[in-house]
């Protein structure tokens, strides 16, 4: 079965940074774009960023863009949120995700982390 | 952007219930909609993609309809473990969009 686990997470104060990382498995890691999702405590699904396959393309979301960098390594089949300037509003389960092999959207999801951006 | 509005945001259905619910797009988004399950302190689980396309291991009674700004996702027959929240999402332009889900609770 895929495996997509999620680490990283933990609190951090106001204009801090922190970096998420997820470990994918049981699948071929390189013929996937990959995302991030999170989810603020008693709300609603907000997507982040995607990657492309190898790496070359990304795309982002209005909150995160010029702050958050996702990156990954497919001979280490991982993926990584790096995330500066943090700001309360980010506090959420951020959510490591698959594409399916077609490129449509979100297939597998992983557990999650916790990020709390507090002082 | 492109805005998802689901409906209703909450219902209440009892074990063997048809549940629908919808979704609709601010814009035309093709059949670029998906649907999600997410229980409670759980990890979303794909339901639908395209609109129509049921993921491999989802039971049937999970459907999809809908092309262009309106669309449904229709539960056949409710059963103990669909009580969930769920959410619908255009895959089709950037930046992807979520609806603020419709949470299922037991009659």
């Known amino acids: 079965d895929v495996q997509l686990v999620e680490s990283g997470g933990g609190m951090v104060q106001p204009g801090g940074s922190l970096r998420l990382s997820c470990a994918a498995s049981e699948f071929i890691f390189s013929s996937h774009w990959m995302s991030w999702v999170r989810q603020a405590p008693g709300k609603g699904l907000e997507w982040v960023a995607n990657i492309r396959r190898d790496g070359r393309e990304t795309y982002y979301g209005d909150p995160v863009k010029g702050r958050f960098t996702i990156s990954r390594d497919n001979a280490e089949n991982s993926l990584y949120l790096q995330m500066n300037s943090l700001r309360a509003e980010d506090t959420a389960v951020y959510y490591c995700?698959?594409?399916?092999?077609?490129?449509?959207?979100?297939?597998?999801w992983g557990l999650g982390t916790l990020v709390t951006v507090s002082s | 952007d492109i805005q998802m509005t689901q409906s209703p945001s909450s219902l209440s259905a009892s074990v063997g219930d048809r549940v629908t619910i919808t979704c609709r797009a601010s814009?035309?988004?093709?059949?670029?909609l998906a649907w999600f399950q997410q229980r409670p302190g759980k990890a979303p689980k794909s339901l639908i993609y395209t609109g129509s396309s049921v993921r491999s291991g989802v039971p049937t009674r999970f459907s999809g309809t809908g092309y262009g700004t309106d669309f449904t996702l229709i539960i056949s027959s409710l059963q103990p473990e669909d009580f969930a929240t769920y959410y619908c999402q255009q895959h089709g332009t950037y930046p992807y969009t979520f609806g603020q889900g419709t949470k299922v609770e037991i009659k």
């Open positions: 814009q035309d988004i093709s059949i670029h």
């Open positions: 995700a698959r594409i399916d092999i077609w490129g449509h959207t979100f297939d597998y």
